[in-house]
């Protein structure tokens, strides 16, 4: 069959990599000039640093198979992310662990006496917590919560922590021991050369084409079996029902000749710092030697319609807005919607592969049977 993949990044090559060993032919188009979508790594051509271009990508998993699958395509170096906070005048460990706790506080307490000190913070009068706010004082009281959750989540999202949901914050969000391993997955690494090449390795098939700077046009769909949309599901529709909010990022890059902070990642939980994050590239490649840095600095805000879209918002407006174009994409025949914008979900890396290997599978599995491929293999839901 002759399948048309839009969106050269992990799910369309993924996808496209099965259907292509199947003996299917792919043509993947994608509207920047660059493979990997926003897993997009290169190097700054004057420091010879690797730089994450659409901000920090650490790959981390408990799926074996996954794990497999990446090696399979390029080398891993081992990599585990540790993030800080400058908050409030000081420097702290993330996430908010024993040492964050006995620092911020100046006390000297063990792994029980922290836990029996944080529940007497946590506000105890919230029994039915319903927003972000709520539900992080009902957690870890009202300083830790606003030295490292009400700023941080102010900026990222745009809006205050009493406007989120409480699901947001699903789990005691603090560590009663000094593990400051940002992620809990058994497999966590960063390829060796970014992700670039591995994307590269994963679309190099036979039965596999790829143009760039090419953005999807109806007349495409004519010459095309099925298509697998990587891009916006609303874009798809022309936005013909509105758009689908998204945060977006501006990254304010920057160079230093030297360790301008001495790690990758270093949150800003203050509400007036306008940022919330700086990024330092070389740190995450500890492997490598360079004197020079890149870093970003990293600012967010709501998406206008010619941004990247970021972090999907998925509040009350938009799952009602997400739920009309759900029934679109339904009555929308040889056509599957894919990968985080394809379902309007936040999907780490590992994620979009599984789901990729998955819809790769269902669709050959259809193909056998002569069933109907659905709109969506996840629900955006
Ligand atoms: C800031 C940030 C940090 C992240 N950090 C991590 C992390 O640390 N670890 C982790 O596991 N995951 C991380 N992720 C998630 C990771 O980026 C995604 O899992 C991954 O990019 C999803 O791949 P995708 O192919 O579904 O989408 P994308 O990478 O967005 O690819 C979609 C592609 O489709 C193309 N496209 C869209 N519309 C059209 C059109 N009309 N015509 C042609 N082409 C089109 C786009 O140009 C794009 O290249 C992060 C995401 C963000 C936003």
Not at 94 to 106: E, K, R, S, Y
Not at 213 to 230: C, E, K, Q, V
Not at 333 to 356: C, H, N, Q, S, W
Request: some cysteine.
């Amino acid at each position: 069959m002759h399948i048309l993949l839009v969106g050269a990044g992990l799910s369309g090559a993924v996808i496209g990599r099965k259907l292509a060993e199947a003996g299917h032919t792919c043509r993947i188009i994608d509207a920047r000039d660059h493979i990997g979508g926003n897993c997009y790594t290169e190097r700054d051509a004057e420091s010879g640093v690797m730089v994450h271009v659409y901000g920090p990508h650490i790959f981390h998993t408990d799926d074996e198979e996954v794990w497999r699958y990446v090696n399979d395509f390029t080398q891993f170096m081992p990599y585990q992310n540790r993030v800080k906070s400058t908050t409030q005048g000081a420097v702290y460990s993330l996430p908010v662990n024993l040492l964050t706790i006995n620092q911020f506080f100046d006390k000297t307490m063990n792994p029980a006496e922290a836990k029996d000190f944080i529940a007497d913070q946590a506000d105890t009068s919230i029994t039915d917590p319903q927003t972000f706010e709520e539900q992080a004082l009902r957690f870890v009281g009202r300083d830790l919560y606003e030295a490292f959750f009400k700023g941080y989540t102010e900026k990222q999202w745009g809006c205050s922590p009493t406007e989120l949901p409480a699901s947001i914050l699903k789990r005691l969000p603090v560590r009663f021991n000094y593990d400051d391993n940002y992620f809990f997955h058994k497999f966590q690494g960063m390829p060796r050369e970014g992700y670039t090449p591995m994307i590269e390795a994963i679309l190099d098939h036979p039965n596999i084409t790829v143009e760039l700077s090419t953005l999807f046009t109806p007349d495409m769909a004519a010459n095309a079996d099925h298509i697998f949309w990587s891009g916006a599901l609303d874009g798809y529709f022309d936005y013909r029902l509105g758009r689908l909010g998204y945060r977006t990022l501006d990254f304010e890059r920057f160079t230093y000749d030297g360790d301008y902070q001495g790690c990758a990642v270093m949150n800003y939980g203050d509400r007036d710092v306008p940022f919330t994050r700086i990024t330092e590239h070389k740190h995450f490649a500890p492997w490598e030697n360079h004197e020079g840095s890149v870093c970003y600095r990293e600012f967010s805000r709501s998406a206008e319609p010619e941004d990247i879209p970021y972090y999907p918002i998925r509040l009350v407006e938009e799952k009602a807005l997400l739920e009309e174009y759900i029934s679109l994409a339904e009555e929308t025949p040889a056509v599957t919607f894919v990968g985080r914008l394809g379902t309007y979900r936040y999907l780490d890396m590992d994620v979009t592969i599984r789901e990729a290997l998955d819809t790769a599978d269902m669709f050959l599995g259809t193909v056998e049977q002569g069933g109907m491929m659905p709109a969506f293999v996840k629900s955006p839901r």
